[in-house]
T-cell receptor, first 116, second 115 residues
Framework: AQSVAQPEDQVNVAEGNPLTVKCTYS??????LFWYVQYPNRGLQFLLK????DNLVKGSYGFEAEFNKSQTSFHLKKPSALVSDSALYFC??????????????WGAGTKLIIKP | EAQVTQNPRYLITVTGKKLTVTCSQN?????MSWYRQDPGLGLRQIYY???????DKGDVPEGYKVSRKEKRNFPLILESPSPNQTSLYFC??????????????FGEGSRLTVL
């Protein structure tokens, strides 16, 4: 079955330190991969995507993500965390093979807490 | 301002009392979708619509109805709400090209409690 795993419910990072939010997937073929962020009491916002090309993709707010096909991972990273990065982060995958009806498969979310 | 607007943002209701959550977008998007968000489960798609008068079931459509009579509006109807429909609901929209690449625009959410 197709799935997306975010193995950490919560990640705690000190401000100024690098952060990583992990995502692994199980989807056939070559999927499209996404990260969304949800700030408190707000809707989800698109952060970045990987479709093809360079395995390191850059997105909004200084975030980047690295696609690793052999490990079927798409970890979100930022070199220096800000307190304002504290939010809920979702990884999502779209299967581009077969009849997926454009549906996204979502991870359960990881709460990122940046401490001053 | 380009946005997806949901109403109400918060609602407490009782079992069996029909309710509608409205969703409107001002970006002329073809695609609209409803999700529910539950702790530990991420987002699950309820229904989606590729264009006016075209709707289809997502992963968890039971207990919900939708309609797409106009391009900008995509209301979610709970004919007889039950406590297991207590959740945070999100409406999302996208142009067709955005659907293919997974870039969705989300509303701010509607928190529904069914007693």
């Amino acid at each position: 079955a197709q799935s997306v795993a975010q193995p950490e419910d919560q990640v705690n990072v000190a401000e100024g330190n690098p952060l990583t939010v992990k995502c692994t997937y199980s989807v056939s073929g070559n999927p499209y991969l996404f990260w969304y962020v949800q700030y408190p009491n707000r809707g989800l916002q698109f952060l970045l995507k990987y479709i093809t090309g360079d395995n390191l993709v850059k997105g909004s707010y200084g975030f980047e993500a690295e696609f690793n096909k052999s490990q079927t991972s798409f970890h979100l990273k930022k070199p220096s965390a800000l307190v304002s990065d504290s939010a809920l982060y979702f990884c999502a995958v779209r299967d581009v093979t077969g009849d997926s009806n454009y549906q996204l498969i979502w991870g359960a979310g990881t709460k990122l807490i940046i401490k001053p | 301002e380009a946005q997806v607007t949901q109403n109400p943002r918060y609602l407490i209701t009782v079992t069996g009392k029909k309710l509608t959550v409205t969703c409107s977008q001002n970006m002329n998007h073809e695609y609209m979708s409803w999700y529910r968000q539950d702790p530990g489960l991420g987002l699950r798609q309820i229904y989606y619509s590729m264009n006016v008068e075209v709707t289809d079931k997502g992963d968890v459509p039971e207990g919900y109805k939708v309609s797409r009579k106009e391009k900008r509006n995509f209301p979610l109807i709970l004919e007889s709400p039950s406590p297991n429909q207590t959740s945070l609901y999100f409406c999302a929209s996208s142009p067709i090209a955005g659907v293919q690449t997974g870039e969705l625009f989300f509303g701010e959410g509607s928190r529904l409690t069914v007693l």
